[in-house]
């Protein structure tokens, strides 16, 4: 077996199978005997969370889900250019400080790291959140900086229907705007794509492969 990834990252819509994915791989790694750690990084939530809180609070931003009767995301921010600003210097130092506590750290201590969403994630989000797909570049080059070196970057690819099927937290419409974000970036970087909608094991053997940890 030869690799020379110290993380490996999981990034798709939600319901993508990405947290089914990553402890799948980190139970192999477990198996194998290599010392591994899994890491969930949707959102560090330090420094970001109670701008979040302010931002729903005043009604600023929060989307209704209806089938869960909850405000859920940061919508609506694309006319506020000083929040967005803010908004982005909040999860720009989250990142800082959770790259240093939880990527850093583990990975000096040679461990590899199995990553359920990172800043891949994070980008897209932005870029619904304030309705501007021109910020791609802008944003890739902000956020982008925070992955480690020898990084293995996967994205699990699904219909945006399959999501909402299988999540109902977004609308379909939201969902498809992501996915060709989702593409976009994966054209600019270099990102494997894995086919989602195979079987869960079909999916893990092809991850191993793609990861180098088996031939």
């Given at each position: 077996?030869?690799?020379?990834?110290?993380?490996?990252?999981?990034?798709?819509?939600?319901?993508?199978?990405?947290?089914?994915?990553?402890?799948?791989?980190?139970?192999?790694?477990?198996?194998?005997?290599?010392?591994?750690?899994?890491?969930?990084?949707?959102?560090?939530?330090?420094?970001?969370?109670?701008?979040?809180?302010?931002?729903?609070?005043?009604?600023?931003?929060?989307?209704?889900?209806?089938?869960?009767?909850?405000?859920?995301?940061?919508?609506?921010?694309?006319?506020?250019?000083?929040?967005?600003?803010?908004?982005?210097?909040?999860?720009?130092?989250?990142?800082?400080?959770?790259?240093?506590?939880?990527?850093?750290?583990?990975?000096?201590k040679g461990k590899i790291l199995v990553l359920d969403r990172f800043v891949i994630d994070t980008v897209v989000e932005l870029i619904i959140n304030f309705d501007q797909v021109d910020m791609l570049t802008?944003?890739?080059?902000?956020?982008?900086?925070?992955?480690?070196?020898?990084?293995?970057?996967?994205?699990?690819?699904?219909?945006?229907?399959?999501?909402?099927?299988?999540?109902?937290?977004?609308?379909?419409?939201?969902?498809?705007?992501?996915?060709?974000?989702?593409?976009?970036i994966c054209k600019l970087s270099n990102i494997s794509i894995i086919d989602g909608t195979k079987s869960i094991e079909s999916i893990h053997q092809e991850i191993l492969h793609e990861c180098g940890f088996?031939?």
């Amino acid at each position: 077996m030869t690799h020379n990834t110290n993380v490996i990252i999981f990034c798709g819509l939600d319901g993508s199978g990405k947290t089914t994915q990553a402890k799948k791989l980190l139970d192999y790694l477990e198996s194998e005997n290599i010392p591994s750690e899994y890491v969930w990084l949707r959102y560090p939530n330090f420094f970001s969370l109670p701008i979040a809180g302010f931002l729903r609070l005043f009604g600023i931003s929060g989307y209704p889900i209806p089938e869960k009767k909850k405000l859920n995301g940061l919508k609506n921010l694309s006319n506020h250019n000083l929040l967005k600003k803010l908004w982005i210097w909040s999860l720009n130092n989250d990142f800082k400080f959770v790259c240093k506590k939880k990527i850093s750290k583990p990975i000096s201590k040679g461990k590899i790291l199995v990553l359920d969403r990172f800043v891949i994630d994070t980008v897209v989000e932005l870029i619904i959140n304030f309705d501007q797909v021109d910020m791609l570049t802008k944003l890739s080059e902000k956020f982008f900086k925070f992955i480690p070196d020898n990084s293995k970057i996967l994205f699990l690819d699904i219909d945006p229907k399959i999501s909402y099927e299988r999540n109902h937290e977004e609308d379909l419409e939201t969902l498809e705007k992501k996915k060709i974000i989702y593409e976009k970036i994966c054209k600019l970087s270099n990102i494997s794509i894995i086919d989602g909608t195979k079987s869960i094991e079909s999916i893990h053997q092809e991850i191993l492969h793609e990861c180098g940890f088996v031939k």
